[in-house]
């Protein structure tokens, strides 16, 4: 059984939880407790408390990108928990950017140095056990979101679009299925599935845990009517249920729900989904 606690999204389930635009996830599973993006900043703490989670049993930290509203709350966890091991698909030196208007604003990681032992960068693919699996995204066959051109890294002093090799899929595997994690799928939810089926061929990838980028909070926008069929398309041949919010936008996610219907969930700040 994988038991999955909300600790930040950007809706709450009621008012015993501070709602933040973000996303963290405290997983248990295995016998293992992990916890996957931080959020913006302390919030998921303070939501831990009220569901009575204590982050200090974590093992192990995650971080699905290099984003500040999912990296935003790295100090504060490392303040609460000394001993987890802390994983990002990418270096924390690396500079991230989203334009707004003409105004470059940084939204990389700001770790404390005291805290840079405690990371462990990597760009290859990492299996825990026999069943947890932390890897980065290798398919570009389909469509991405089409908010990702507002988005920028610096490479050899300039700043260029972002292409996401630093964005880590957490994969999870139960007997046959997979269940996938990946808190802001700027790959596209499309070609993280295909990744993953890909280095698993013989599983099923049965649920699909994230936000899918599919609004931008800056201008209000959601993606076109266009590109939401596109992905229903795809993903009722793949049958994969899918939990959903953040960056999804409430627009997307009832445009999905209405044509997907049970396959998509809604999650908010406060849930536990059993999965």
Do not use: Q, W
């Amino acid at each position: 059984m994988i038991r999955i606690n909300v600790l930040v999204e950007n809706f709450s389930i009621n008012n015993k939880y501070k709602s933040k635009h973000g996303l963290s996830l405290f997983i248990n599973f295995n016998d293992m407790n992990i916890l996957y993006d931080v959020g913006p900043d302390s919030t998921f703490i303070k939501n831990a408390s009220v569901s009575k989670i204590d982050l200090n049993i974590v093992e192990y930290l995650f971080f699905s990108h290099n984003h500040y509203d999912h990296v935003g709350g790295i100090n504060d966890f490392c303040r609460v928990n000394g001993n987890s091991k802390i994983y990002l698909m990418d270096s924390i030196k690396n500079k991230y950017y989203i334009k707004v208007f003409c105004l470059y604003i940084p939204i990389n990681i700001k770790l404390d140095k005291k805290n840079n032992s405690r990371m462990i960068e990597t760009n290859e693919n990492i299996a825990i056990d026999n069943k947890i699996y932390y890897i980065r995204n290798t398919v570009e066959k389909y469509k991405k979101p089409t908010f990702n051109k507002m988005l920028y890294k610096l490479e050899n002093k300039k700043k260029i679009n972002d292409d996401f090799n630093h964005e880590g899929i957490l994969v999870l595997m139960e007997n046959e299925n997979l269940h996938i994690l990946n808190l802001c799928s700027h790959n596209g939810i499309l070609n993280s599935i295909e990744t993953v089926k890909n280095m698993f061929p013989n599983k099923k990838v049965k649920n699909y845990v994230g936000g899918l980028h599919l609004y931008n909070p800056p201008t209000g926008k959601n993606d076109s009517n266009e590109y939401l069929d596109y992905l229903i398309g795809h993903l009722k041949e793949m049958d994969v249920c899918v939990y959903t919010g953040h960056c999804t936008g409430k627009y997307a996610l009832n445009y999905l729900k209405n044509n997907l219907e049970e396959k998509i969930i809604e999650i908010n700040t406060g849930m536990e989904i059993i999965l």
